[in-house]
């Protein structure tokens, strides 16, 4: 019988600052009232979704994004808050010069500025204690002929060697995927197998990434998750929901059965990989749907643990096709709820996050406290 409340203690969920933002869809942004408007403001809202949760203690931090001129200062503030830092995420997809690619670029100097701010980044992982960066590249190319993808890769392969070789010992490199966009005819890394390749070259502190969006409909990413981690290269988790493709919509809120088999890999050895929520939220209240994906995380991981091991290998190994299913589905359908609620009071979180939130005025107060600042700054 798993203590549930020990493993809530240990189970470090990563919120990203960047899903606290303003964000839209490609036709347009929303902005929400409320919405932070700097990193120290963003942090607040995560420091909130931990305290209601009790189990979303650290921070994904994304750069240029969330650059500030004193780290030191940056590191104070996110302890203070009682949070870490989790992975530091370079962005190498905005700047128009990244149009044709950032690592993969046919210009070479393209490419150093690539390398230069993946550098920047390792400092600035080294300067908040970070142990990760996590690399999604948005390179590509649109049509057969446009470039030789040999030589993309080669590109990638040597610029991020360099970047390896000047990680210190405690950072990891993570390599995310993604099988298309902003790329529609070759994307650079779109799958686990490209990444995994590139993990392989670089050295054994890079790991693939995988990312609930990033997959075509139907794929096993439980398998996937099964397999990188017998090979060691299981490095982290982007937690989201697909319907149709990306990262748009919260974890667990479409398919909820996927989210529980993929839990069912994570714990089936004794580590579970970094653990990050990469959603941004459009039409939902930010903070209350970052609360709502901490949750149904931990009723698929709770689900997860309360799977009976031993039922299950006795009847994979007598041939029992539906006798496995069965034991999946009757921790599956227990209701977990009760024991997720008494779980977080015990850390001293809320029973009910959500109605907890809603309770506490905490978005109408920083619908308040944040306008009123901007007049104040204007
Ligand atoms: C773009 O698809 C993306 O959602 C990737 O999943 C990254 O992890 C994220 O943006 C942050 O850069
Ligand atoms: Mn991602
Ligand atoms: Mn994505």
New binding site residues.
């Given amino acids: 019988m798993t203590d549930l409340t020990q493993a809530f203690r240990e189970l470090v969920i990563e919120t990203p600052s960047w899903g606290y933002a303003d964000s839209g869809t490609r036709f347009g942004v929303f902005p929400q009232p409320g919405r932070p408007r700097d990193t120290f403001e963003k942090l607040d809202d995560a420091a909130e979704v931990h305290r209601l949760t009790g189990t979303a203690g650290s921070v994904a931090l994304h750069f240029p994004w969330d650059a500030v001129d004193d780290y030191d200062e940056l590191r104070g503030e996110i302890e203070s808050r009682g949070l870490r830092v989790g992975a530091v995420n370079p962005n190498l997809f905005q700047d128009p010069d990244y149009k044709l690619g950032s690592v993969t670029h046919p210009d070479a100097v393209v490419r150093e500025k690539a390398v230069a701010h993946m550098l920047e980044c390792v400092e600035i992982a080294t300067g908040l204690g970070a142990t990760a960066q996590s690399l999604?590249l948005a390179d590509g190319t649109n049509y057969p002929g446009q470039d030789d993808l040999r030589e993309r890769r080669r590109r990638m392969l040597d610029c991020l060697g360099r970047v390896y070789e000047a990680l210190p010992a405690e950072q990891e490199l993570l390599v995310?995927y993604k099988f298309f966009e902003p790329a529609f005819y070759a994307t650079d890394l779109a799958d686990w197998g490209s990444a995994l390749l590139t993990c392989l070259k670089l050295g054994e502190r890079a790991k693939v990434?995988v990312?609930l969006?990033?997959h075509a409909q139907g794929t096993n990413i439980e398998q996937i998750v099964a397999f990188l981690e017998a090979e060691g290269r299981l490095g982290g988790f982007?937690f989201n929901n697909r319907k149709y493709a990306d990262?748009d919509l919260i974890v667990g809120s479409v398919n909820p059965f996927e989210l529980f088999l993929i839990f069912v890999e994570l714990t089936a050895v004794g580590r579970l990989p970094r653990l990050t929520i990469?959603q941004s939220h459009n039409i939902e209240a930010k903070v209350e749907a970052m609360t709502l994906s901490v949750v149904n995380l931990q009723e698929a991981y709770a689900k997860a643990l309360l799977v009976d091991r031993a039922a299950l290998r006795a009847a994979q190994e007598s041939a029992d096709v539906l006798g496995g299913h069965e034991v999946l589905l009757d921790a599956f359908n227990t209701d977990v709820r009760p024991a997720c609620a008494e779980a977080r009071v015990a850390l001293g979180a809320a029973e009910n996050p959500i109605r907890a939130l809603r309770e506490s005025g905490y978005a109408e107060r920083m619908a308040t406290e944040r306008e009123t600042q901007t007049e104040l700054t204007r």
């Fill in positions: 999604w995310e990434l990312d969006g990033h982007h990262d990469d």
